[in-house]
T-cell receptor, first 113, second 114 residues
Framework: KNQVEQSPQSLIILEGKNCTLQ??????????LRWYKQDTGRGPVSLTI?????NTKSNGRYTATLDADTKQSSLHITASQLSDSASYIC????????????FGAGTRLAVHP | AAGVIQSPRHLIKEKRETATLKCYPI?????VYWYQQGPGQDPQFLIS???????DKGSIPDRFSAQQFSDYHSELNMSSLELGDSALYFC?????????????FGQGTRLTVV
């Protein structure tokens, strides 16, 4: 069973609409949770990073939330733009640093005009 | 701002050949990580270096080796290439290795073994 599960697997929305992506994890102990945006064939770009003590973090139109008790995180995108079309990957870090990054399978978001 | 630079961006090699991938970290970053992402797969950690010393090792095959040089750039050497080595290879760099340190990924090198 995957330690980091994301839903939905894919999502299509119209430009200007909001959407929320979900991430459930079972990684324990847990150091931090990150959301990355990855364009096809490109490296992941960090959007947010939250420790277990943080509940929410924003980066422009991206807002991530974290509930360490239920081991759930969400990424909310407001006023979507065509350039938001990408895969959004939830990554959980177990203690030990970057060698212990556990990647989710990602949610592929398509924003249509 | 300067980012992590990887070269080449694309590489095609035949089975049993060797390949060398290069990674130039963000200036002043002292830590480099290598990841392998197969088609439709999650990135898998291969190896990392801190201050020119190997700091951790993941699922790197014995056919692969890597090092970090005095200018902090890193090279991943891959020998006896197999078809299954075809993947996107990412390098990331950070300043230090603290767990919450932000790491920045390069754009990757797409290796195709034919």
């Amino acid at each position: 069973k995957n330690q980091v599960e994301q839903s939905p697997q894919s999502l299509i929305i119209l430009e200007g609409k909001n959407c929320t992506l979900q991430c459930n994890y079972t990684v324990s102990p847990f150091s931090n949770l990150r959301w990355y945006k990855q364009d096809t064939g490109r490296g992941p770009v960090s959007l947010t990073i939250m420790t277990f003590s943080e509940n929410t973090k924003s980066n422009g139109r991206y807002t991530a939330t974290l509930d360490a008790d239920t081991k759930q995180s969400s990424l909310h995108i407001t006023a979507s733009q065509l350039s938001d079309s990408a895969s959004y990957i939830c990554v959980v870090s177990a203690p030990g640093g970057y060698n212990k990054l556990i990647f989710g399978a990602g949610t592929r978001l398509a924003v249509h005009p | 701002a300067a980012g992590v630079i990887q070269s080449p961006r694309h590489l095609i090699k035949e089975k049993r050949e060797t390949a060398t991938l290069k990674c130039y970290p963000i200036p002043r970053h002292d830590t480099v990580y290598w990841y392998q992402q197969g088609p439709g797969q999650d990135p898998q950690f291969l190896i990392s270096f801190y201050e020119k010393m190997q700091s951790d090792k993941g699922s790197i095959p014995d056919r692969f080796s890597a090092q970090q040089f005095s200018d902090y750039h890193s090279e991943l050497n891959m020998s006896s290439l197999e078809l299954g080595d075809s993947a996107l290879y990412f390098c990331a760099s950070s300043l230090g290795q603290a767990p919450n340190t932000e790491a920045f990924f390069g754009q990757g090198t797409r290796l195709t073994v034919v």
